[in-house]
């Protein structure tokens, strides 16, 4: 009896890390999106996770993906997998690029220090916000990674001269134009809350820092949150608490126009990724203007409700530029196999913002080192179920639209 019960009883090795024990009940990204949601006061989390009005765009974003399904190929000898591909020049290990956003440190103190040094032991290029709570060269002295620069186009034209030129001197291989925030879309979870940024702890907030203990230390222990690459240069620089409405109203310059980019060609000899692109035709004037790379988005569902879904406008897009324009999608990424269909249908890369804030503030950096090798290990899992060794091997024939 004896030896039967020693060969069915196995006692696991008790874990003293608490982090190692949270993350290894992380199966998916959707698991730490709910462990971030324990740890994080009310507001932060409805910050990273929450959308624009209804949340209509922030939903189909995701639900795009599952709306496309395999049409699996067997026998193709699939022992060796790679999942490389070559975006603006540079080869990566997975086409996914990590996007920018915002007031990061929210999430976790080292903030987008952490999610660089994630980055760069990935092999990804990791971009930073305008908008980074950690500055320009901040983020450069901790990762020899590859880095995009995300701009924000403020109505101060010096100021944004002085951060391109910033950027190229520490490194940074492209900027991003982020386009579709003209305006700030009502972010209506941030509106009942009377969100601000940085969040103030304070009367109205001590219940829910009492609540999330270790949050709460980890910020109070920190420096101030402001926007690190302007501190002392501008007016608002996330030094004082405000609402991203105001903000966005006081500094963003709404005459942005396709006229402008002349302008950042004089101030940047490299790459340009267009941002926010949601139609056909402004995909085509990209082209025209010699635009290296347009991402799909409608900023994460967070701006306009109803926008186009970037998966689905992703074929109508290649279809009319024709190869002259790398094409990346933003927007719903959850898991690696969601990457594997977008790339089916044709992308150059894809991006994902709040998969690995989810991690960043469900376990801080390791976190976010686990929402990338979480994202890894599936695209390759889906590559071999699919019958592709590559990404050269994946083509339109290996999925379709569920209502087609």
Same mark, same amino acid.
């Given at each position: 009896m004896w030896d039967t019960i020693r060969s069915v009883v196995r006692f696991k090795p008790?874990? %003293?890390?608490?982090?190692?024990? /949270?993350?290894?009940?992380?199966?998916?990204?959707?698991? @730490?999106? /709910?462990?971030?949601?324990?740890?994080?006061?009310?507001?932060?989390?409805?910050?990273?996770? #929450?959308?624009a009005e209804d949340e209509v765009t922030l939903e189909r974003n995701s639900l795009a993906f599952a709306e496309l399904e395999w049409v699996p190929r067997v026998l193709r000898n699939v022992q060796a997998i790679d999942p490389a591909t070559t975006l603006l020049g540079r080869r990566h290990p997975m086409p996914l690029v990590l996007a920018p956003t915002g007031f990061t440190r929210i999430a976790d103190s080292q903030g987008e220090l952490a999610v660089a040094r994630a980055a760069e032991r990935a092999g990804l290029t990791y971009s930073l916000s305008t908008m980074g709570t950690r500055s320009i060269e901040e983020v450069a002295e901790v990762s020899d990674g590859p880095k995009w620069f995300q701009v924000y186009v403020w109505k101060d034209r010096g100021l944004v001269a002085e951060l391109l030129g910033r950027a190229k001197a520490a490194g940074f291989e492209a900027i991003i134009i982020t386009v579709d925030l003209a305006v700030l879309g009502r972010r209506e979870r941030d509106v009942r809350r009377g969100f601000e940024l940085p969040p103030k702890i304070g009367p109205s907030t001590i219940i829910d820092g009492i609540v999330h203990p270790g949050w709460t230390w980890d910020f109070v222990r920190a420096d101030p949150i402001t926007f690190s690459s302007v501190v002392g240069q501008h007016d608002i620089d996330g030094s004082t608490a405000v609402s991203l409405a105001d903000h966005a109203h006081q500094q963003f310059d709404q005459?942005?126009?396709? !006229?402008?980019? !002349?302008?950042?060609?004089?101030?940047?000899?490299?790459?340009?990724?267009?941002k926010g692109v949601q139609s056909v035709a402004d995909a085509e004037i990209a082209v025209e203007h010699g635009i290296e790379a347009v991402a799909l988005s409608n900023h994460g569902g967070r701006q306009l409700d109803q926008a186009p879904v970037p998966l689905e406008l992703l074929d109508p897009v290649l279809q009319a530029v024709g190869g002259e324009t790398e094409v990346i999608v933003d927007g719903g990424i959850r898991r690696g196999s969601d990457i594997v269909k977008a790339m089916?249908?044709? !992308?150059?890369?894809?991006?994902?913002? =709040?998969?690995? @804030?989810?991690?960043?503030?469900?376990?801080?950096?390791?976190? &976010?080192?686990? &929402? @990338? #090798?979480?994202?890894?290990?599936?695209?390759?899992? !889906?590559?071999?179920?699919?019958?592709? %060794? %590559?990404?050269?091997?994946?083509?339109?024939?290996?999925? =379709?639209?569920?209502?087609?």
């Open positions: 008790v874990e %003293t890390d608490p982090v190692a024990r /949270r993350l290894a009940k992380a199966a998916n990204v959707h698991d @730490l999106r /709910r462990m971030a949601k324990r740890r994080l006061p009310g507001g932060v989390f409805d910050y990273i996770d #929450g959308g005459s942005l126009s396709w !006229a402008d980019i !002349a302008w950042f060609r004089q101030q940047w000899d490299g790459p340009i990724v267009i089916c249908l044709g !992308a150059s890369a894809c991006m994902a913002g =709040r998969a690995y @804030l989810y991690g960043l503030g469900a376990a801080g950096e390791r976190g &976010v080192d686990h &929402v @990338l #090798g979480l994202l890894r290990a599936d695209m390759e899992r !889906a590559m071999a179920l699919v019958g592709a %060794t %590559t990404i050269d091997d994946l083509s339109p024939d290996l999925v =379709r639209w569920r209502s087609g």
